[in-house]
């Protein structure tokens, strides 16, 4: 196993719940904690910024209570997305509502930045750094992050083309610390499987948008539940960067998904700015791993039946 720091030593059960722009709220965090998963929730979904700081507080009291109420099964630790892109005009405003609050888990997107990873370590917290390749892997840590989000091919939204077992493989041959695999996990025999090929926890996103307490649109949810890796599109088109988006919301706008232009990287937009925001809430992010998810249920219903699967895999493999 690796080494891993407070909090991430204790968690009940080896899943991260990704950030999911828009979608992700107070809400969702608190059940994913509450059901034994770190729940992450992007800053900027907090519209306007100010509501960061009423959601923050949301998130700690109700973990608290929920810890008052069940000393024998304290929640899990929650994290922050930080996109530190020069796009987020937001980003010093979130971190002193993420110090104020001490996060105990950030995670950085798009560009590691040594002062980030400075300033969650005076409140004692971690920092994870999502990366999708070994390059950018060594860059993470070089500048002071704790861990890696590894994220391979058929991951949902900004997706990397690496396969899973390469990426992992190459980190693993420098780097002891934490590392999570994002990438089509969306059942409990995948997370198992992340563990085998050296990851220490799954990172799952598209399989909480069909929770209950997700704040996607119905039509997104059920989208997600009728749909498979067959209906995923990879393209640049929507944010200036690669990621993956289901089918149907693309012929939805009017495009063609089989017929994508490709998309100036100069003009990339990662802030939450109306570009963005129109891809995420009109173009729906999703992974290859949807096949396994068959109905919209609590987010606590989804992490039972992944720790369900789970043991039954490491039963079939008398582990």
């Known amino acids: 196993m690796s080494r891993l720091p407070v909090p991430l030593d204790r968690l009940p059960f080896p899943v991260i719940g990704a950030p999911l722009f828009i979608i992700s ?31 923050l507080a949301e998130i700690t009291e109700g973990l608290a209570a929920w810890d008052k109420a069940n000393p024998d099964h304290p929640a899990a630790p929650f994290a922050i997305n930080q996109i530190v892109h020069k796009s987020n005009d937001r980003l010093e405003h979130d971190m002193q509502m993420c110090a104020k609050y001490k996060v105990p888990i950030v995670i950085t997107s798009l560009g590691a930045r040594e002062d980030v990873n400075q300033a969650v370590h005076g409140w004692g917290g971690v920092v994870l750094h999502d990366i999708i390749n070994n390059r950018f892997a060594r860059k993470a840590i070089e500048k002071g992050a704790d861990g890696l989000i590894a994220v391979a091919a058929g991951a949902g939204g900004h997706a990397g083309v690496k396969s899973p077992f390469a ?13 999570a695999l994002s990438g089509a996990i969306a059942n409990g025999g995948a997370v198992l499987a992340a563990q085998a090929c050296g990851a220490d926890f799954a990172y799952i996103g598209s399989a909480f948008i069909a929770t209950e307490e997700a704040r996607a649109q119905d039509a997104y949810k059920q989208a997600i539940v009728d749909g498979s890796s067959d209906d995923i599109v990879y393209s640049n088109l929507f944010t200036g960067v690669h990621g993956n988006y ?9 495009l063609d ?11 990339m937009d990662f802030g939450g700015g109306e570009g963005s925001k129109k ?41």
């Open 279 to 319: 891809a995420w809430k009109d173009i729906w992010g999703s992974g290859q791993g949807i096949g396994a998810v068959k109905a919209v249920v609590p987010a606590a219903e989804l992490v039972a039946r992944l720790k369900r699967e789970y043991q039954q895999a490491r039963e079939r493999l008398a582990l």
């Open 25 to 55: 709220n107070p809400k969702l965090v608190i059940a994913q904690c509450t059901s034994g998963v770190v729940g992450a929730m992007p800053a900027l979904n907090a519209r306007p910024a100010a509501q960061l700081d009423e959601w």
């Open 167 to 179: 990426l992992v493989q190459e980190i693993r041959e420098w780097f002891d610390g934490p590392v």
């Open 246 to 254: 289901l089918a149907p919301s693309i012929r939805a706008a009017g």
């Open 257 to 267: 998904p089989d017929n994508l232009p490709e998309s100036d990287p100069s003009k």
